[in-house]
């Protein structure tokens, strides 16, 4: 066994400095998740949108019905998102601090009805969960359990479950429901783009399954832009049972691990929703 160093190499001034910034800046890092979490929790991207897209801090405090003595503590809150990018704002001086939307923000304006708008609400909300949390809490203790194959993830071997599975919801099923609706929001996102611009990807299909494909909503684009295509939808049984049934998309309740309906192509997210590896 080597012998235990006794002595370290000690950082220039310089790197000491950016050192320091850099520890503060990785262990602060979930302010901005936090912060996140608060700002759909307040609804706040809604509230600027239903101004107007801009507003005063005084007039988002009158619009959100918060304590006036919570001022000061919601301007620390927005600086927090404006640096994150979550929000933009203008200053002119002596006058208030304008606050903006920015694409991001525009996300997660909820309660709109607008074509390609999926609000991503429920997404933050899962993922910045408290049983999300105390699973990445946890990840220290993991790696020390020697856990028999198949290894289970930080989740369910704290919580006994995964995630996205039928026995989610005897978790808890708040937790089941925001998980679920945000998923679906989260790979419905981006369709309309992949539509415009991959749209050679689909010529030449006559069937295509989509595996973890929620309410089938990336399935119905697909068909309206190629109204030749048979498209298959794949997800747990407690996705399918609440899918629509007026026949447009086949919905099959399974598990992609164990068999896929045949098509000539099958799509995947990248992010996996039902993958064993992330629940």
């Keep these: 066994m080597a012998a235990q160093?006794?002595?370290?190499?000690?950082?220039t001034d310089a790197e000491l400095l950016q050192a320091q910034a850099d520890l503060w800046r990785h262990s602060l890092y979930y302010l901005s998740?936090?912060?996140?979490?608060?700002?759909v929790e307040l609804e706040i991207p809604t509230a600027i949108h239903r101004l107007g897209g801009a507003v005063t801090l005084p007039d988002l405090m009158s619009a959100l019905s918060l304590p006036s003595a919570k001022m000061p503590f919601l301007r620390r809150v927005m600086c927090v998102l404006v640096t994150s990018g979550i929000f933009a704002a203008d200053s002119d001086s002596g006058s208030e601090v304008i606050y903006r939307l920015t694409p991001l923000s525009r996300i997660l304006v909820h309660g709109v009805v607008a074509d390609e708008h999926h609000s991503q609400k429920y997404f933050v909300l899962g993922v910045t969960s408290p049983h999300y949390t105390e699973a990445a809490m946890g990840?220290?203790?993991w790696f020390k359990k020697d856990h028999?194959?198949?290894v289970p993830s930080p989740f369910e071997d704290i919580?006994?479950?995964?995630?996205?599975?039928d026995r989610t919801p005897l978790l808890d099923k708040e937790l089941d429901d925001v998980v679920t609706q945000?998923?679906?929001?989260?790979?419905?996102l981006g369709i309309a783009t992949v539509m415009r611009e991959c749209h050679d990807l689909f010529k030449g299909l006559d069937s295509l399954t989509d595996c973890g494909g929620g309410d089938g909503t990336t399935a119905r684009a697909i068909i309206k832009a190629y109204p030749h295509i048979k498209c298959t939808?794949?997800?747990l049984p407690k996705v399918v049972d609440k899918a629509p049934t007026d026949g447009v998309v086949t919905y099959v309740a399974g598990d992609l691990f164990h068999s896929v309906p045949s098509a000539q192509a099958v799509m995947l997210k990248v992010d996996s929703n039902n993958s064993r590896e992330n629940a």
């Design 159 to 165: 919580f006994g479950v995964p995630l996205c599975d």
């Design 233 to 235: 939808v794949l997800d």
């Design 139 to 141: 990840l220290a203790g």
């Design 182 to 188: 945000g998923l679906a929001a989260h790979d419905n």
């Design 33 to 39: 998740s936090m912060g996140l979490r608060c700002t």
């Design 148 to 150: 028999e194959p198949p």
């Design 5 to 11: 160093a006794q002595t370290i190499e000690v950082p």
